[in-house]
């Protein structure tokens, strides 16, 4: 998984299978905040 910031401040997540979701900015930090309790 690899997380690539935007110029509009939201990312976008690529997953292993090559799936690319969209982040909002807004989430950003709640996002990464799971990904270390994980």
Do not use: N, W
């Not at 910031?5 to 905040?33: C, H, M, N, W």
């Amino acid at each position: 998984m690899s997380i690539t910031p935007l110029a509009s401040g939201d990312s976008e997540i690529t997953l292993q299978s090559g799936k690319v979701l969209t982040l909002s900015r807004t989430y950003k930090a709640q996002f990464k905040q799971q990904l270390r309790l994980e």
